[in-house]
T-cell receptor, first 114, second 115 residues
């Protein structure tokens, strides 16, 4: 079946602009996660959704970052007033609600802020 | 707090050699999950294995094997008879064993297998 998909695959934006990153999880997966991968920081957790609610937003680095999930499916990560330090690969993962916490990752969106 | 340490930043081996990737973790949880992921040059993280903390039985899958030692808080990964296609960055990760929770990743080990 289809895996996790993310769009766009690459995004170049100017400092100060807003960006939206999209994640389509595996069909039927109730849990959805956003992570960020950068050279200096490795893989960092950003936010987790169970259904449409976000029980854990502890990884969001600032109030410029927000995310939503609708219909228990697609999720959008929004970064407002982008800064150069936001440049990274943003990864989305989904997991079935079986308590085994096996997370399946998408290909990521490479964000470059110039 | 949870922490995963992969002390080996980069490893280079010649094809057909065996190689072990080390992973040491810290957690206060009595039950937890441990994972290994592979990130090939294409960039997509590929799930390899999930291990429950109360199951210390070692696991083998083809050329891959995992050694979980709770006494030393280690979950090492061995590739036998390495192949060029094994070249990738390998990440060890840890999570609580309470349903779906975020993964805490190590910094990764870059494995290069030379023909």
């Amino acid at each position: 079946g289809a895996g996790v998909s993310q769009s766009p695959s690459n995004k170049v934006t100017e400092k100060g602009k807003d960006v939206e990153l999209r994640c389509d999880p595996i069909s039927g997966h109730t849990a959805l996660y956003w992570y960020r991968q950068s050279l200096g920081q490795g893989l960092e957790f950003l936010i987790y959704f169970q259904g449409n609610s976000a029980p854990d937003k502890s990884g969001l680095p600032s109030d410029r970052f927000s995310a939503e999930r609708t219909g228990g499916s697609v999720s959008t990560l929004t970064i407002q007033r982008t800064q150069q330090e936001d440049s990274a690969v943003y990864l989305c993962a989904s997991s079935p609600d079986r308590g085994r916490n096996e997370q399946y990752f998408g290909p990521g969106t490479r964000l470059t802020v110039t | 707090a949870q922490k995963v340490t992969q002390a080996q930043t980069e490893i280079s081996v010649v094809e057909k050699e065996d190689v072990t990737l080390d992973c040491v973790y810290e957690t206060r949880d009595t039950t937890y999950y441990l994972f290994w992921y592979k990130q090939p040059p294409s960039g997509e993280l590929v799930f390899l294995i999930r291990r429950n903390s109360f199951d210390e039985q070692n696991e083998i899958s083809g050329r891959y094997s995992w050694n979980f030692q709770k006494s030393t808080s280690s979950f090492n990964f061995t590739i036998t008879a390495s192949q060029v296609v094994d070249s990738a960055v390998y990440f060890c990760a840890l999570s609580e064993a309470q349903g779906n929770t975020p993964l805490v990743f190590g910094k990764g080990t870059r494995l290069s297998v030379i023909a």
